[in-house]
């Protein structure tokens, strides 16, 4: 547990914590809606600080960035909690295990008493013991990721800091919903981001993410692009909820509008958490979105999470030169070399490929 940097008093011993867009106000002895961060006498604190609940060496494709370092591998851990309440969470056990705690006992006391039991069951995992593992195996990145990094930003600030000065980069990938606070924060180590944008309906969001405000993923990846992040954004189609040409449509456009060179990722939905009745995304939705995005002027489209498509190759959007062939999370050489030795530019015409590659 360790005292959180994101917060600001109020009367009472009251706190907001401003660490994501819900600005929860939080009296004393309880936690906000994400039930890891706590008000303790009048102080926020961060109950997951230096616990991690699962942590792996992924492909940099996995998380999915495409333009970032391809080829590489990367650091992945993640904590308990989330600050939405997706209904087709893929990581539920990790992400929604707070939520299930909060709703344990009609007792408020009592379902504090456990999510403190909760957050205090991961693997001890400094930001020291991470940085350290990542210089020792030359890991050249860490993403926080698995569950929303948002929620344990002080947590992530701490490890991005110490692996900034040895020159490791930082990445989170998240629902979109920092406070503007938040990314200011970030920046002191955070290089990339991937962003879900999970639909263009608000009434998608309200149902199906715990009444959250689609505007405010919007504002994030704009301001976020404004600032010099990185991004890549990511939207999981699931049939007959969010796979519509015209919201697909919406999508494409409003990423063009921010910038044409944000890699748009669409990928396949499989059953799981509250929808294990719903359907897999077919193939073809996944190609219909695809060409949705290049018709509405996105340079880089991939889809993925699915066997048989063959949309995850870099393509020049100039000359249409193979660029980086990719597998299944998985990267090739092909003219990644080029791409990696500082030009950043397509061998066959001189097109300049966004992305951060070396």
């Known amino acids: 547990m360790e005292k959180a940097k994101l917060f600001k008093k109020l009367d009472g011993e009251k706190v907001v914590c401003t660490c994501c867009q819900r600005m929860c106000v939080v009296s004393d002895g309880r936690s906000g809606f994400c039930g890891v961060r706590k008000n303790i006498g ?18 940099i494709e996995k998380k999915p960035l495409y333009h970032f370092f391809p080829g590489s591998k990367i650091f992945s851990f993640g904590t308990v909690g989330c600050n939405f309440r997706c209904s087709f969470c893929q990581n539920w056990d990790m992400s929604q295990i707070t939520a299930t705690a909060k709703e344990a006992f009609d007792d408020a006391e009592k379902s ?15 930001p020291k013991e991470i940085v350290q ?11 926080y990721t698995y569950n929303e990094p948002t929620i344990f930003s002080e947590y992530a600030h701490d490890t991005g800091v110490l692996a900034r000065k040895n020159k490791i980069k930082n990445v989170y990938v998240s629902n979109g919903y920092e406070s503007e606070e938040c990314l200011k924060y970030m920046r002191d180590f955070c290089d990339a981001i991937n962003i879900d944008i999970k639909s263009f309906s608000q009434d998608f969001y ?8 689609l505007e405010g993923i919007k504002n994030t990846v704009k ?5 010099g992040f990185w991004i890549e954004c990511t939207t999981l189609i699931i049939p007959d909820m969010n796979d519509g040409d015209k919201e697909l449509t919406s999508i494409a456009k409003f990423l063009v509008g921010v910038s044409a060179d944000i890699p748009w990722h669409v990928t396949a939905f499989h059953p799981d958490y509250k929808l294990t009745d719903a359907v897999p995304t077919p ?10 995005g290049k018709k509405a002027g996105l340079h880089y489209v991939y889809a993925g999470n699915i066997s048989g498509m063959n949309h995850s190759d870099t393509i020049c959007p100039k000359c249409g030169k193979i660029l980086i062939k990719r597998g299944y999370m998985n990267c090739g050489e092909c003219e990644i070399k080029i791409l990696k030795n500082g030009t950043g530019k397509c061998p066959g015409c001189g097109e300049k490929i966004a992305g951060i590659w070396k």
């Open 42 to 59: 009048g102080d926020l604190y961060l109950m997951v600080y230096g616990k991690a609940v699962a942590s792996h060496l992924d492909p």
């Open 283 to 292: 193939a073809s939705t996944l190609e219909k979105a695809y060409q949705i």
């Open 206 to 213: 309200s149902k199906q993410c715990g009444g959250v405000s």
């Open 223 to 227: 301001l976020a692009n404004e600032m």
């Open 133 to 143: 593992y990542c210089i020792e195996n030359k890991i050249p990145s860490i993403a």
């Open 112 to 126: 504090e008493a456990l999510l403190e039991e909760i957050c205090n069951g991961g693997q001890d995992l400094s």
